[in-house]
């Protein structure tokens, strides 16, 4: 997959539940949180959205609180296939992939997640995917 548009002048995000410090590298190597848990990530994930990394966030395994970070790519990124391939053709979700890690820049800490009932909704749907053996990840 080629990479991307430059995206320097764009602020990119990482929704997660970690709790990093300006600095701190995400990298892949570790435990999905999508689908098979015992899949080891071979990419980071990063969006140009705030809405897109907030559904980071509250996604992620986990029980504290879920985190957005502003990050720096130190790598060529690509569209996520994942989204851009299988569910929004033309990647409007502004979301990426990279093999390389992302600095963070710093952390958005004023942002509203979804309704409990949206929320709820697609943690079931991705229950219900879980069950029949679909990966919503394609690494």
């Not at 997660?16 to 980071?44: M, Q, S, W």
């Not at 509250?58 to 569209?79: K, N, S």
């Amino acid at each position: 997959m080629a990479a991307t548009n430059d995206l320097s002048s764009q602020r990119l995000y990482h929704g997660t539940r970690a709790d990093l410090k300006p600095g701190d590298l995400i990298e892949a190597g570790h435990p999905a949180n999508f689908g098979d848990r015992e899949r080891i990530t071979t990419y980071v994930y990063l969006t140009a959205t705030l809405d897109a990394a907030i559904w980071g966030a509250e996604l992620a395994q986990g029980e504290v609180p879920g985190r957005i970070y502003v990050v720096e790519p130190t790598g060529p990124i690509e569209d996520d296939p994942n989204l851009t391939d299988k569910k929004f053709p033309g990647n409007p979700t502004k979301s990426y992939r990279s093999r390389e890690p992302l600095r963070v820049a710093g952390e958005v800490t004023e942002w509203q997640g979804h309704p409990p009932e949206v929320l709820r909704a697609m943690k079931d749907n991705l229950e219900r995917l879980e069950r029949l053996g679909v990966e919503p990840i394609d690494e």
